[in-house]
Every structure is written in C-alpha cells, then in structure tokens.
C-alpha cells in the first residue's frame, strides 16, 4: 500500500460544478497537507496548505482534512475550463525528515466550456 | 521576482549516454530539491540541499544518480549511463527552508532516453 493514495481519474466536469479531489494516506506522521495544480509540462504550483483538520477555505477552493480518517479533500466550486490540470495533493511530517513531500499520483480535471 | 529555472527543458539521449540537468533556484532560497515525475508514478523525492549541510540522497535510484550544489546555488543532477526507466520529467524547487515553508517548482527537464 503506497503511503498516499489518489484516485487518478480523469475527471470531467462542465463548467460551474462542484468538484471533489480526494487523498488517503496511511502514515499518521503526516501533519502538513498540500494541494498543488500542475498545468500540463510546467511545474506543480501550490493551491492550498494545512495543518489541522477542518477546513480552510481560499476563494473558490476549500481544503478539508481528517486526520482520524487520514483522508484529505480539495473542493472547487463554480469550476472554471481554467481550473483544467492536474490536482496532486501533498504530505510532509512534522519531524525528521520533514522537508519532504510525499505526493499522491495526482487526478487529472477537464473542466468543460 | 524570477521563479525556478531548469535547462534543458526537454534532453533526448541514448542509453549509456550521461546527462547533466541544471536548476537554478529562486534567489535567496536556502533549500533546493530535486523531484522525479515518471507516468503513473507521481512525484518522489530524489535529494534535498540545506545551506551548507550534507545532502539528504535517500531518494536517489542508483548510484547512477547523483547531485551537487555549487555555492549554496545552482545545481546540476547528473544521471550516468542513462537507462530507458529513467525516462522522466525531473523536477527541481527551492524553499526558503523551515518547516511550513513553501516549496516552488520549476517547469521541469522532460528526459527522454531512447
């Protein structure tokens, strides 16, 4: 069992719905969760970041976590045909080896005009 | 200011050839990782520099794979006698360091070794 698990999709939605992004994990050393965008060939850009469960809301996106279910959740509301990429979340712990990311297989979107 | 930049943005280069990958970090950042995303595979973790430090190279592959960084800043990822598994886009961040700090990612070197 991979330490993050995410349903890699494709996902495809028309524009203005709801979308659900989804990551389980099994290491309960995760204390820092992530979610980064990455447009096709460029580089993962940051979206969300927390550290406690509950949610934390930027704009369209709100970021959920549940760390008594080790599972965390990204929503996009009023999807936009720009949102189109892929959604990979993210870990760290929070001591050792805290510098690194553990990254799920990332969910590939197409948010339809 | 200027973000991460990585060169070549895309190498092709037959198996057994070496390949030299560059990044060059955001100004200032103390921290710099190499990532590698293969097909289906996701990202993970090949090494991290930290100021002056020695390098964490728990996530390097092989002894084929290996890193430096010159001067607190620029690096270069050097894979020897490249194999077709180490087709990959490989993908370099910097951070200012610390443990909630953001990491910033480059467009990435797509490696293709034929």
């Known amino acids: 069992q991979k330490e993050v698990e995410q349903d890699p999709g494709p996902l495809s939605v028309p524009e203005g719905a709801i979308v659900s992004l989804n990551c389980t994990y099994s290491n309960s050393a995760f204390q820092y969760f992530m979610w980064y965008r990455q447009y096709s060939r460029k580089g993962p850009e940051l979206l969300m970041y927390t550290y406690s469960s509950g949610n934390k809301e930027d704009g369209r996106f709100t970021a959920q976590v549940d760390k008594s279910s080790k599972y965390i959740s990204l929503f996009i509301r009023d999807s936009q045909p720009s949102d189109s990429a892929t959604y990979l979340c993210?870990?760290?712990?929070?001591?050792?080896?805290?510098?690194?990311?553990?990254f799920g297989k990332g969910t590939l979107l197409t948010v339809n005009p | 200011g200027a973000g991460v930049s990585q060169s070549p943005s895309n190498k092709v280069t037959e198996k057994g050839k070496d390949v030299e990958l560059r990044c060059d970090p955001i100004s200032g950042h103390t921290a710099l990782y190499w990532y590698r995303q293969s097909l289906g595979q996701g990202l993970e973790f090949l090494i991290y520099f930290q100021g002056n430090s020695a390098p964490d190279k728990s996530g390097l592959p092989s002894d084929r794979f290996s890193a430096e960084r010159t001067g607190g800043s620029v690096s270069t990822l050097t894979i020897q006698r490249t194999q077709q598994e180490d087709s990959a886009v490989y993908l370099c961040?910097?951070?200012?360091?610390?443990?909630?700090?953001?990491?910033?990612f480059g467009p990435g070197t797509r490696l293709t070794v034929l």
């Open positions: 961040a910097s951070s200012r360091g610390g443990l909630r700090d953001e990491q910033f």
């Open positions: 993210a870990m760290r712990n929070s001591g050792g080896s805290n510098y690194k990311l553990t």
